[in-house]
């Protein structure tokens, strides 16, 4: 990776992003962010299948860069090894890996749960989807950053590790624990110019937040307790992955998490 570049849209422009779970929310706003700054898009979608071909030309059209889109299961990590030579075939480079896709719903039964309904499986579950996805589609991203000189790693983290959140227990150990694995990537993988941080983020309004039963009440406690008075959005977490991707502006910056919390979590 050339690091004389001194100018964002020089350094990004022509560069691949691989990111997980872009068809809504979180990461969507974070695939429009790069594909406005000029960066090519191969991201994954689970059952959103037309959405993603929506996207696909949206970005296209209006930002003139390459977008393709992949089925992935995050419950099943070693398909991002497969996903990885698919992406081979459509791009020439992998500069990014953004860690973004979250698993919900029936998968989750046993995980999303107050401390005594919590079930092994259910916690396994969310470890899965959220530190072993994280590893080998780190591990794959690395085999082909290492090809163009270096790259950069993000997962997503939230802040349900620092402040108590009803029934999160499953979600939030394994923020705990993908964050902590971030520090040893960040620091076996400095060596090839690979840097590797998290983004935590206080609650969101998409759909993975609205899916909680309590949904209303976190609503009303963050616009109550955030100094700004509202909740976030998807693209107020958008702009700190572009940031510690960009090695014009975060060159040095590496085995970190970023809070974004509105201010929620320091009450
Ligand atoms: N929302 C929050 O309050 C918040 C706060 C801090 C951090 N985060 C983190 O930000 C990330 C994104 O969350 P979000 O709120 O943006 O979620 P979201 O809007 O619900 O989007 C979830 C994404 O994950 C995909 N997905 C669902 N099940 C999957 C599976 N089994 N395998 C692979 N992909 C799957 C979905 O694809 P389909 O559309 O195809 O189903 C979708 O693209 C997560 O890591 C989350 O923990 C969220």
């Known amino acids: 990776m050339n690091t004389s570049l001194t100018n964002t849209t020089e350094y990004m422009k022509g560069k691949t992003l691989v990111i997980s779970g872009a068809t809504r929310g979180i990461g969507k706003a974070i695939l429009y962010k790069f594909a406005q700054n000029g960066v090519n898009v191969a991201f994954t979608y689970n059952k959103n299948e037309e959405e993603a ?8 059209s209006n930002y003139k860069i390459k977008a393709r889109a992949y089925p992935l299961n ?15 075939k459509d791009f020439e480079r992998v500069d990014f890996f953004i860690s973004n896709a979250i698993i919900y719903g029936r998968s989750v039964v046993g995980g999303f749960a107050p ?17 072993l996805a994280f590893v080998v589609g780190a591990q794959e991203a690395v085999k082909r950053m290492q090809k163009v000189g270096g ?26 624990a993908v964050e902590t694995i971030v520090k040893y990537a960040a620091q076996d993988l400095g060596q090839f110019n690979i ?30 307790q955030s100094p700004l008075k509202r909740m976030g959005t998807p693209k107020d977490l958008a702009g700190a992955t572009f940031f510690l991707c960009d090695n014009t502006q975060s060159g040095w910056l590496t085995g970190q998490t970023i809070v974004i919390d509105g201010g929620t979590t320091f009450v």
């Open 53 to 60: 071909q929506k996207i696909i030309q949206d970005v296209e």
């Open 74 to 88: 995050v419950l099943e990590p070693e398909q991002y090894i497969g996903l990885y030579e698919a992406i081979d």
């Open 115 to 131: 401390f005594m309904r919590l079930k092994p499986k259910g916690l396994n579950n969310i470890y899965t989807a959220t530190v």
């Open 151 to 176: 790259g950069n790693i993000v997962t997503l983290s939230s802040t349900g590790n620092l402040v108590y959140m009803p029934n999160y227990a499953g979600h939030g150990n394994s923020k705990n």
């Open 195 to 224: 840097r590797v941080n998290a983004v935590s983020g206080g609650p969101i309004d998409t759909d993975a937040l609205r899916a909680f039963p309590d949904y209303d009440e976190v609503k009303a406690k963050v616009e109550k």
